[in-house]
T-cell receptor, first 106, second 114 residues
Framework: DAKTTQPPSMDCAEGRAANLPCNHS???????VYWYRQIHSQGPQYIIH???NNETNEMASLIITEDRKSSTLILPHATLRDTAVYYC???????FGQGTELSVKP | GAVVSQHPSWVICKSGTSVKIECRSL??????MFWYRQFPKQSLMLMAT?????????EQGVEKDKFLINHASLTLSTLTVTSAHPEDSSFYIC??????????FGSGTQLSVL
């Protein structure tokens, strides 16, 4: 099952774009990439998912490299409420890595 | 959108008692549900995969006799922590979805064993 690697923490200024990278070099051809975020003591909140093509929804954009070995979650205009731990996981067994703790600062 | 409901949100129990946690998919049928536990300041750890109508698949190191999983219908999976002890105190989370579609998580259950 594919594992993911993310930077442990990132800072972002309020109103700026937050770009969160994820490495999933062992992903299989039929496995999806999912992004979630978790605020303390709550269940993870779905953000976006994709297979090959870039995806966009009301929350974020997902950019997947052509070889599918990495992806980037983009929050176009980060707000203080976007401060959370962001997890990138691959479908199949849904193994969580350590995630990226994003701090949005005023 | 699809929602996964988890109940209870928190539970306090005495050591030696059993606790049941329910996970329901509210508006879709989930052939597979996942159970996780999470300790403070740590990531979610997959405990088991629950398949409707068959036995759950447990991750290495997770005691199947300790954490009983039942997935009797396409909308309900239960996790029973049997003979709970203080070291079982943790945040338990379930998830459900359809392959290739959104995968949703419950709001979690905080278990405290005294």
């Amino acid at each position: 099952d594919a594992k993911t690697t993310q930077p442990p923490s990132m800072d972002c200024a309020e109103g700026r774009a937050a770009n969160l990278p994820c490495n999933h070099s062992t992903i299989s051809g039929n496995e999806y990439v999912y992004w979630y975020r978790q605020i303390h003591s709550q269940g993870p909140q779905y953000i976006i998912h994709g297979l090959k093509n870039n995806e966009t929804n009301e929350m974020a954009s997902l950019i997947i490299t052509e070889d599918r070995k990495s992806s980037t979650l983009i929050l176009p205009h980060a707000t203080l409420r976007d401060t959370a731990v962001y997890y990138c996981i691959v479908s199949g067994k849904l193994i969580f890595g350590q995630g990226t703790e994003l701090s949005v600062k005023p | 959108g699809a929602v996964v409901s988890q109940h209870p949100s928190w539970v306090i129990c005495k050591s030696g008692t059993s606790v049941k946690i329910e996970c329901r998919s509210l508006d879709f049928q989930a052939t597979t549900m996942f159970w996780y536990r999470q300790f403070p300041k740590q990531s979610l750890m997959l405990m088991a995969t629950s398949n409707e109508g068959s036995k759950a698949t447990y991750e290495q190191g997770v005691e199947k006799d300790k954490f009983l999983i039942n997935h009797a219908s396409l909308t309900l999976s239960t996790l029973t922590v049997t003979s709970a002890h203080p070291e079982d105190s943790s945040f338990y989370i379930c998830s459900a979805g359809v392959f290739g579609e959104k995968l949703f998580f419950g709001s979690g259950t905080q278990l405290s064993v005294l």
